[in-house]
Structure formats: structure tokens, C-alpha cells
């Protein structure tokens, strides 16, 4: 870790005002999502929100990683492997036994991130996002 990513914090956050403008400056042309059993860190360069990661809590036993993202200039920082490991830790401190989400088949830095952590394809009962989606799976 760098001198620089030293600075950076990854904080539960339940301003969900802030963490809707990130979302849009971060994905503008994707819709917001949250359900009531949301979960939301932000992630901090000193004073300023640079990212945001969500999951969301089920009945059945898994989480759901909704969405996850980091403001441009502050990307190659590893936040996306570091934002993983936030939302595992807290599926496991609840009791969570599996952890879900998907990326877009062209979204080859997130996918390789992901096998990095330990997550690996699979095949949902039934196809909840783009047909253009790969669907990852991690026991924890």
C-alpha cells in the first residue's frame, strides 16, 4: 500500500443523499437501487467520498452485492478487492453463509478481481440481470 492509498477509509455510511450523488457521478447512465436491507460503506480520501460499496441482506441465507464503485482519479488503489472484504466481513459477523453478485462479461478488471477474492461463475436459477452478465459465487 502506498503513502497515498494510506489515506483512503472505507466507513458504513447511512447518508444515502451522499451516497445517491456518488452513484451518479460514478454510473450516470445506471438506475439507483436499494432495498429497505441495504448496507453502504463509502469509501474516504481524507474529507471526500471517492466510492461507495452496497450489499443486500436476503432471507436465504446469502448477500447480495448490488453495487460498487470508485470516482475515476481515484482508481488502481485496490478498492474493489478491499471493498469485498468489508461486505464479507460483515455477511459473516450476521451469519451469512453465501455471498452473490454479477459483473458485465466486458468488465474485465472487476472480473478478474473477483477471481482474485475467491468468487467464481455460476448459474443462477434464473437470469436476474443483462443477458450480457457473468454470475459470481463465493462461499463464506
Request: charged share 30%; aromatic share 16%; net charge positive.
Amino acid at each position: 500500500m502506498n503513502a497515498k492509498s494510506s489515506r483512503y477509509t472505507i466507513r458504513k455510511c447511512e447518508d444515502i443523499e451522499l451516497v445517491k450523488k456518488l452513484h451518479t457521478e460514478i454510473f450516470p447512465s445506471d438506475e439507483w437501487y436499494e432495498s429497505s436491507r441495504s448496507v453502504i460503506w463509502v469509501v474516504w480520501f481524507k474529507k471526500e467520498p471517492v466510492g461507495f460499496c452496497m450489499l443486500s441482506e436476503t432471507d436465504n441465507g446469502f448477500v447480495f452485492y448490488s453495487r460498487a464503485g470508485v470516482k475515476r482519479d481515484h482508481r488502481g488503489n485496490g478498492f474493489q478487492v478491499r471493498m469485498l472484504r468489508v461486505r464479507e466481513r460483515y455477511a459473516r459477523k450476521c451469519g451469512f453463509k453465501k455471498a452473490i453478485t454479477y459483473t458485465k462479461m466486458d468488465n474485465i478488471k472487476s472480473n478478474r478481481n473477483l477471481q482474485k477474492a475467491g468468487y467464481w461463475l455460476y448459474v443462477p436459477e434464473y437470469q436476474y440481470a443483462d443477458k450480457d452478465c457473468l454470475y459470481w459465487l463465493k462461499n463464506l
